[in-house]
């Protein structure tokens, strides 16, 4: 069965304190690897897409990498705005392109 | 240019009672799906369409059924309500799967007492 976990479940940062999310998957045929941003209260906004391993894609103060078996989400220097809860999303092509998420990591940072 | 539109926003429904929430997008794109949102936790899949007149199910589809007549409307029927299924319901677009980034509308909160 395929899997998407996230780690670690919250994450609390001061300011201007870089760290990394993680995103394991095991799944079968990966079509793309999503990640997500969630404010409360409002729908998940697009922030990436990787499709195959050693890709990477980079948007102000967030990279994401991608590997074989597992994709970071680097926060950079991290100002309160980047408070929300982060989603990876998978999409595999034996499974009915389903897109799966993983549970989430909420990130709060401090000022 | 709307996107995608969910209606209500919220919604108290009484155990046993049925419910439609609707989904629509201006964006013509194929596949949508239909996500609920427990608190605290990731989303999980209940139906996706990859196009009008196909519609399979998700991880979690138990007490819920969906119709798609048209590209533009994937509404979501709640039968019998029960409090397990109170939730926060995403629905979503996709162009293309594995091609595109979905697009997400703003939710319905649903609680059922």
């Known amino acids: 069965e395929d899997q998407v976990t996230q780690s670690p479940e919250a994450l609390r940062l001061q300011e201007g304190e870089s760290s990394s999310l993680n995103c394991s998957y095991t799944v079968s045929g990966l079509r793309g690897l999503f990640w997500y941003r969630q404010d409360p209260g409002k729908g998940p906004e697009f922030l990436f897409t990787l499709y195959s391993a050693g890709e990477e894609k980079e948007k102000e103060r967030l990279k994401a990498t991608l590997t074989k078996k597992e994709s970071f989400l680097h926060i950079t220097a991290p100002k309160p705005e980047d408070s929300a809860t982060y989603l990876c999303?998978?999409?595999?092509?034996?499974?009915?392109?389903?897109?799966?998420f993983g549970g989430g990591t909420r990130v709060l940072v401090k000022p | 240019n709307a996107g995608v539109t969910q209606t209500p926003k919220f919604r108290i429904l009484k155990i046993g009672q049925s419910m439609t929430l609707q989904c629509t997008q201006d964006?013509?794109?194929?596949?949508m799906y239909w996500y609920r949102q427990d608190p605290g936790m990731g989303l999980k899949l209940i139906y996706y369409s990859v196009g009008a007149g196909i519609t399979d199910k998700g991880e979690v589809p138990n007490g819920y059924n969906v119709s798609r007549s048209t590209t533009e409307d994937f509404p979501l029927r709640l039968e019998l309500a029960a409090p397990s299924q109170t939730s926060v319901y995403f629905c979503a677009t996709q162009l293309v799967q594995g091609t595109g980034w979905a697009f997400f509308g703003q939710g319905t909160r649903l609680t059922v007492v």
């Open positions: 999303a998978v999409q595999v092509k034996a499974a009915g392109n389903k897109l799966t």
């Open positions: 964006m013509n794109h194929n596949y």
